[in-house]
C-alpha cells in the first residue's frame, strides 16, 4: 500500500444520474447505487489510517434539480445514516456535516445530529458530509460573521489573517486537519464545483472516468498509489530540484 498517505481526503461522489441513465434507468437508481458505494469506501479510508474524509453529496447549486430528484436524495441521506450509524460507531468513526445545515428539512436535520451524537465520542476516521455546501457560501458567511464581530466589539478589522479566516468557515472543528490533501472527483468530470476551495488550496487531485456507483475500495487504493507518487512543493523547491546544478554553472 501507498506508503504516504494524505492526512485528508475529500471526494466529490459524481455521475449517479450518467450511470443509470446509460443502463437505461432514471437517474434516481443512480442515486440509490450511489448511497450503496459510500460504506465500503468509507471503511476503507477508515481501515488505511485515513484520518479525515470529507465527501460531497449535495451542493448548494443541487437545490435547483427537479423536487422529485431533491426528496429521493434527502431520504437516501436519512436512510443510509439510520442504517449505518452503529456500524459506523462499531468502526470508531467520528461523524460531522458541513453546509448550510439551517436549509434542511428539520426531519433529516434530526437524524443528522442524532448520527453526530452517536459518534461525537469516536477517536478513528473523521467522516464528514458535505450537505447544502458551497465554498462561496462558506467564504462570504465568514466575512459575514467577522463583521458582526467587529461592529460588535469583539475583533478588529486588523485581526484578519488566515488563521483566524479558518476560525470562521464551517470546516473550524477540524482544526489542522481541514486543511485537504487529496480531492477525487468521479464521472471524468474536471472541475472543483465549488467544493473545499479555501481548505483544497494546496490539495492533490485525482480524476477518474468511473461514475460513483462503479467505485471501489480497490480504486480508492488506486488514487492513494498515484497520490503517493506525487512530489508536493507547496512553491517551494523539491527534493528532486536540489540537485546540484551542474548545467547552471556552466553559465
Ligand atoms: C452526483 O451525481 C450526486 C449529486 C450531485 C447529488 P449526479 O446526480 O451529479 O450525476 P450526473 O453527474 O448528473 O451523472
Ligand atoms: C458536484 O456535482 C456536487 C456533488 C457531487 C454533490 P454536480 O454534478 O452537482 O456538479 P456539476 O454540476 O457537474 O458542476
Ligand atoms: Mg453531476
Not at 444520474?17 to 443502463?23: F, I
Not at 478589522?157 to 481541514?178: F, H, I, K, Q, V
Not at 479555501?198 to 488506486?222: G, V
Amino acid at each position: 500500500m501507498a506508503a504516504r498517505l494524505p492526512k485528508h481526503i475529500a471526494i466529490i461522489m459524481d455521475g449517479n444520474g450518467r450511470w443509470a441513465q446509460r443502463r437505461g434507468h432514471s437517474r434516481i437508481f443512480g442515486h440509490v447505487r450511489g448511497t450503496s458505494r459510500v460504506k465500503a469506501v468509507v471503511r476503507e479510508a477508515n481501515r488505511l489510517g485515513i484520518r479525515a474524509l470529507t465527501m460531497y453529496a449535495f451542493s448548494t447549486e443541487n437545490w435547483s434539480r427537479p423536487a422529485p430528484e431533491l426528496k429521493v436524495l434527502w431520504r437516501l441521506l436519512k436512510k443510509y445514516l439510520i442504517r449505518e450509524t452503529e456500524e459506523l460507531h462499531r468502526e470508531n468513526v467520528r461523524f460531522r456535516v458541513i453546509g448550510e445545515i439551517d436549509r434542511l428539512d428539520p426531519e433529516v436535520r434530526a437524524v443528522i445530529e442524532s448520527s453526530v451524537r452517536r459518534l461525537s465520542g469516536n477517536t478513528g476516521l473523521q467522516l464528514n458530509f458535505a450537505l447544502s455546501y458551497g465554498s462561496r457560501r462558506e467564504l462570504s458567511r465568514a466575512a459575514r460573521l467577522f463583521a458582526d464581530d467587529c461592529v460588535a466589539g469583539r475583533r478588529r478589522p486588523e485581526d484578519m489573517n488566515e488563521e483566524l479566516l479558518r476560525e470562521y468557515l464551517w470546516t473550524s472543528e477540524l482544526g489542522d486537519l481541514a486543511e485537504v490533501d487529496l480531492v477525487i472527483r468521479t464521472s471524468g468530470e474536471r472541475r472543483v464545483s465549488n467544493f473545499l476551495l479555501w481548505q483544497a488550496a494546496y490539495a492533490e487531485f485525482f480524476f477518474t472516468e468511473l461514475c460513483w456507483p462503479d467505485f471501489e475500495p480497490k480504486h480508492l487504493r488506486e488514487a492513494l498509489e498515484d497520490y503517493s507518487r506525487r512530489e508536493r512543493r507547496f512553491g517551494g523547491v523539491g527534493p528532486k530540484s536540489l540537485a546540484p546544478p551542474e548545467k547552471f554553472a556552466k553559465l
